[in-house]
Every structure is written in C-alpha cells, then in structure tokens.
C-alpha cells in the first residue's frame, strides 16, 4: 500500500489542524494503521494508532485527549484531527501501516510498520 499525507502547515497555538493520509491499493482495509511525527533532531515517535475495523485506538500520553485518530475503509483514507495544538507538536507527521488488523504492544514502534508515507510538515507557533 502506497501512503500520501496532506494537510500539514501552520498554525497558531491553542489551533487545529486535521491530517489525512490517502492510501492507494485495495489492502487498505486490512492494515492497522498509525501516525507518527518527528522534531527536528529527534527521533520518530509514536503518536496514534488505530485497528483496521477501527474499534481500537492508542494514543501517546501527549496527544491524549487532543488528537483523534480515525479511518475510512471505504475511501482508504486515514486522518489525525488535533486539536487544541501546542508549539511541542511542531513536526513533520507520517503515516504508516502495519502488517495486522489488530492493535499491540508492537503498534508503539515504528519497526512494526512496513509502509510509509512522505510526510507533512505540521508547525505551531507560540
């Protein structure tokens, strides 16, 4: 499966923002899929991750209660919306698939996942 982010820019603190990630192919539905996010000289963390049915969800500490994961199987589109945005969220955001329908202790980390996109550049001003 093919992975295209959009939605990335920037935006003021306390903003939101929703990311999309279009997927191409027809397994689309048969990937867990996540969002991940790295700042400039740090490494790529975990941000959210979601079944492939949709009825499971993690979250990171840090975005817990902000962003929303979610997913369209049937438009193979996956979204982040975040809201209430903080300057620590500036980062360029990817989205990736994993190899099984279901959420685990694996869907932390980023060895898991064996497709990613491009990324998009999410900024937050103070």
């Known amino acids: 499966v093919q992975l295209v982010e959009s939605g990335g820019g920037l935006v003021q603190a306390g903003g939101s923002l929703r990311l999309s990630c279009a997927a191409s192919?027809?397994?689309?539905?048969?990937?867990?899929m996540g969002w991940f996010r790295q700042a400039p000289g740090k490494e790529r963390e975990f941000v959210a991750a979601i079944s492939s049915n949709t009825y499971n969800t993690y979250y990171a500490d840090s975005v817990k209660g902000r962003f929303t994961i979610s997913r369209d199987n049937a438009k193979n589109t996956l979204y982040l919306q975040m809201n209430s945005l903080k300057p620590e969220d500036t980062a360029v955001y990817y989205c990736?698939?994993?190899?099984?329908?279901?959420?685990?202790?694996?869907?932390?980390?980023?060895?898991?996942?064996?497709?990613w996109g491009q990324g998009t550049q999410v900024s937050v001003s103070s």
């Open positions: 192919g027809r397994t689309f539905s048969t990937y867990a």
């Open positions: 990736a698939a994993e190899p099984s329908t279901y959420l685990s202790g694996r869907s932390y980390y980023t060895e898991s996942y064996i497709n």
